[in-house]
């Protein structure tokens, strides 16, 4: 099992910047795809963006341009930087990792999850 932990998260303007991490640890585990999801208030979690291993990315539709996503494999992190933030950005955002072992054992963990509120 990993676990993941986030920080980052807080209040901000309309317009403003904030900047997620996730750090897993464990033991004898290999990330493969890392996530960021996120959940706001009586609305169903949402996937952000995506990182492969590789580096390879994807976006939803609404922060494509204002969202970056970024990791290091060496030690286990993920970054979510977010620029010209919106209110309709405000949400739980949650770390989400897919790993496996060399036993072969595979899994799929989750953060305990970050506030990120924006308004005036």
């Known amino acids: 099992q990993v676990q993941l932990v986030e920080s980052g998260g807080g209040l901000v303007q309309p317009g403003g910047s904030l900047r997620l991490s996730c750090t897993a640890s464990?033991?004898?585990?290999?990330?493969?795809?890392m996530n960021w999801h996120r959940q706001a208030p009586g609305q169903q979690r949402e996937l952000v963006a995506s990182?492969?291993?590789?580096?390879?990315?994807k976006y939803a539709d609404s922060v494509k341009g204002r969202f970056t996503i970024s990791r290091d494999n060496a030690r286990n992190t993920m970054d979510l930087q977010m620029n010209n933030l919106k209110p309709e950005d405000t949400a739980v955002y949650y770390c989400?990792?897919?790993?496996?072992?060399?036993?072969?054992?595979?899994?799929?963990?989750w953060g305990q999850g970050t506030q990120v509120t924006v308004s005036s």
């Open positions: 989400e990792a897919d790993w496996m072992t060399p036993a072969p054992e595979a899994g799929r963990d």
């Open positions: 464990g033991s004898g585990f290999r990330i493969n795809v």
């Open positions: 990182i492969g291993r590789g580096g390879n990315t």
